[in-house]
């Protein structure tokens, strides 16, 4: 008896080391990158060109901060990254709530057909000319309306926020209706402030996602003005892959600028997500439940 | 039997209930209609891919042309060379990337509860969260000449001097499939873990009493218990075999690589949106979905085959 538990003891202590060592190394092989693009962003030109370092810069400096900030078109792109989140997630949010509140209730004519509907809308797409042909005749090219009307709706998310409010005892509603209150009032009053974890839940998504879009603007939109974080950030990328290949060998401090300024422009990029991770991560895990898990 | 009063009887019924109901259905009406234009008006506009579209034409005035455009995609060798290229960088994700998340979330769900699970889990969630062009940012910036994995490679006498690796168009697979690995593996361990959690634990000790390993554990208890939501991924990874990542390629493709990195989707775009050949991309497109819905559909019955006839869609 002693021995078979010394036995188990054993092989779950030798497991358990290489395991925790193994993902070590996992964690190790995802910060050491982001670790180094932080320390390179801050780090000076000259030490940029010389390279050579990955955990500690030889050289501190904020030059290339102070490049990207002088850019007033940043400041601008970064104006049009909030706004574009912040509207888009609002109005998102509240459309298809609105149309998850109305299929949740059973009874009403024609479900059948609005859910057969969005099923197709999941399945089937025209792809991206025709939505381009459709986008162009409604006159939403170049238009800021773009990043947030055909975002407005997802059938997957009306499907998550159906179920939630399938969730709300029936009694709420009825006490609401012998009191007077219509669907409207119902909605508005009862249903909308008892999903809130729902709803911050699809809104944190929606966010990261309008944060991160870029498809959206490099399909619809040439003018610049409007052109939020990511396409400026593409831009500079662009811009100098084509230097470095025309200058190899060539002037290393052009490449070296460009190449600081593209480093401070990802981690300002990224920074409104890694500020809202911790929040995020509370949220997103029982979003993931909600929408793969059916009892 | 008059079939024509309880027809009419119907419509009336209905039309009473929907006047009834119009509070609600005012909720729903917005969402209807925005299903009708952004849906099913584009699945309408595929039949471009069946006529000759130019700039001047209106989606109705421009002349059918049959199956012309599927013709001409058979011979286009920049076509075929998106394919390989396409199904190349799929496949080693495939290979790889679906094997990965599931060794991670095994390993993740060994570990003990406490401070160093939830970092594991906590950094590993992140880079999904990276954009894909902030992600090819960084990895120009790491590959560079004078960047970290240049840095490395030297150090580790790999390389005797710094090249440029996005550069060369032979490792583009590589690079694209193991950046994606990289962003996405730590992401994909939530729904594995999810379902581990809900693993009855006394099927460990009566393991435990048995005496069996730790390995023998996973291999009897864990993994079994995961089999169906495995198989419902690798269906969903497979009906996606012919769609790669278009953020990915756009940033990450250079004239020096194009050969390489070319896929389906940016193939698309560029035929479409840059040289505006718009019958054409969308007859690409078209087929490719085509196909994609067959493969979700085959791959579908074949799981159901390996599962004793339980579909997993």
């Given at each position: 008896?002693?021995?078979?538990v ?7 202590r030798?497991f358990?080391t290489i395991?925790i060592?193994?993902l070590c190394i996992?964690t ?7 670790w180094?693009?932080?320390?390179s ?6 030490a ?9 810069s030889?050289e501190?400096?904020l030059?290339n901060?102070?490049a ?7 400041g601008?792109?970064?104006?049009v990254?909030?706004a574009?989140?912040?509207i888009?997630?609002i109005?998102?949010v509240?459309?298809?709530?609105m149309i998850?509140?109305g ?8 479900r059948?057909?609005?859910?057969a509907?969005?099923?197709v809308t ?11 042909l459709?986008?162009?005749?409604l ?28 969730n ?6 009825e006490?609401?209706?012998i ?7 119902i909605f ?10 729902a709803m ?9 996602g ?21 396409m400026?950030l ?12 025309q200058?190899v060998?060539?002037?290393a401090?052009?490449?070296?600028t ?5 480093l401070?422009?990802i981690v300002?990029?990224t920074?409104?997500?890694v500020?809202?991770?911790p929040?995020?991560?509370?949220y ?12 | ?6 027809m009419?009887q ?11 109901q119009?509070?609600i259905?005012s909720m729903?009406i917005?969402?209807i ?13 595929l039949t ?8 001047i034409?209106?989606l ?5 042309v049959?199956?012309d ?5 058979l ?5 075929w ?8 960088i ?15 979330s095994?390993?993740?769900y060994?570990l ?7 970092l ?7 880079p999904?969260f990276l954009s894909w ?8 910036a ?13 150090n580790?006498?790999?390389?005797s001097k710094?090249v440029n ?5 032979n ?6 499939t ?6 996405e ?7 594995y ?5 809900k693993?009855?634990?006394t ?10 390993s730790?390995m023998?554990q996973i291999w ?7 089999k169906p939501?495995?198989s419902?991924?690798?269906i969903l990874?497979v009906s996606?075999l012919l769609?790669?990542n278009?953020?990915?390629t ?7 690589n ?9 193939y698309?775009?560029?035929?479409g949106?840059?040289q ?8 690409v497109?078209?087929?490719v979905s085509?196909?994609s819905v ?5 791959a579908?019955?074949v799981?159901?085959k ?8």
């Amino acid at each position: 008896m002693n021995r078979t538990v010394a036995k188990e003891d054993l092989d779950s202590r030798i497991f358990n080391t290489i395991n925790i060592i193994l993902l070590c190394i996992c964690t190790v092989i995802i910060v050491v990158p982001l670790w180094n693009v932080v320390i390179s962003s801050l780090s000076s030109g000259k030490a940029l060109a010389e390279g050579g370092f990955i955990f500690w810069s030889p050289e501190f400096s904020l030059e290339n901060y102070r490049a990207v900030f002088k850019d007033e078109t940043i400041g601008l792109a970064f104006l049009v990254s909030i706004a574009k989140t912040f509207i888009g997630v609002i109005t998102h949010v509240f459309f298809c709530a609105m149309i998850g509140y109305g299929l949740s209730k059973k009874y009403i004519r024609g479900r059948k057909l609005y859910v057969a509907m969005g099923v197709v809308t999941m399945f089937f797409s025209g792809g991206m000319i025709p939505t381009y042909l459709l986008i162009k005749s409604l006159g939403l090219l170049n238009s800021f309306w773009v990043y947030i009307i055909p975002a407005l709706f997802s059938y997957y998310d009306v499907v998550i926020l159906m179920n939630f409010f399938r969730n709300v005892p029936d009694s709420l509603e009825e006490s609401a209706k012998i009191d007077g209150a219509g669907d409207w009032r119902i909605f508005l009053k009862i249903f909308i402030p008892l999903s809130m974890p729902a709803m911050a839940t699809i809104a944190l998504f929606n966010g990261v996602g309008q944060w991160n879009d870029f498809m959206t603007t490099k399909l619809y939109i040439t003018d610049q003005a409007l052109y939020p974080l990511q396409m400026k950030l593409y831009e500079i990328i662009v811009q100098s892959q084509t230097q470095s290949m025309q200058n190899v060998g060539g002037s290393a401090i052009i490449e070296t600028t460009t190449k600081g300024v593209q480093l401070a422009t990802i981690v300002i990029t990224t920074l409104p997500i890694v500020v809202m991770y911790p929040i995020l991560q509370r949220y997103f895990i029982s979003g993931m439940m909600m929408g793969a898990v059916k009892e | 039997m008059s079939s024509k009063k309880p027809m009419g009887q119907r419509v009336k019924e209905f039309v009473i209930d929907y006047k009834r109901q119009w509070e609600i259905q005012s909720m729903i009406i917005p969402g209807i209609i925005f299903m009708i234009i952004f849906c099913f008006i584009p699945i309408y506009g595929l039949t471009i891919a069946f006529k000759s579209y130019t700039v001047i034409d209106t989606l109705d005035s421009a002349p059918w042309v049959g199956l012309d455009n599927f013709r001409i995609i058979l011979s286009d060798k920049y076509f075929w060379d998106a394919v390989v290229n396409t199904l190349g960088i799929s496949f080693l994700k495939l290979a790889i990337g679906f094997i990965i998340p599931i060794i991670l979330s095994v390993m993740i769900y060994e570990l003990s509860a406490g401070r160093f699970k939830k970092l594991v889990q906590t950094i590993s969630y992140l880079p999904h969260f990276l954009s894909w062009i902030v992600l090819g940012g960084m990895l120009i910036a790491w590959f560079s000449s004078s960047g970290m994995i240049n840095e490395i490679l030297l150090n580790l006498a790999i390389i005797s001097k710094p090249v440029n690796i996005l550069l060369d168009a032979n490792k583009y697979w590589w690079i694209a499939t193991l950046s994606d690995i990289w962003k996405e593996a730590g992401w994909g361990t939530i729904l594995y873990l999810a379902i581990m959690s809900k693993i009855d634990p006394t099927y460990y000790e009566a393991a435990k009493i048995d005496g069996a390993s730790r390995m023998r554990q996973i291999w009897n208890i864990t993994l079994p218990n995961m089999k169906p939501i495995i198989s419902l991924n690798l269906i969903l990874t497979v009906s996606g075999l012919l769609g790669s990542n278009l953020d990915q390629t756009l940033v990450l493709m250079n004239s020096q690589n194009r050969e390489k990195a070319e896929v389906i989707n940016s193939y698309v775009y560029r035929m479409g949106m840059t040289q505006g050949d718009f019958s054409y991309a969308t007859a690409v497109g078209l087929g490719v979905s085509i196909v994609s819905v067959i493969l979700l559909i085959s791959a579908n019955k074949v799981s159901s085959k390996l599962n004793d006839n339980q579909s997993v869609l």
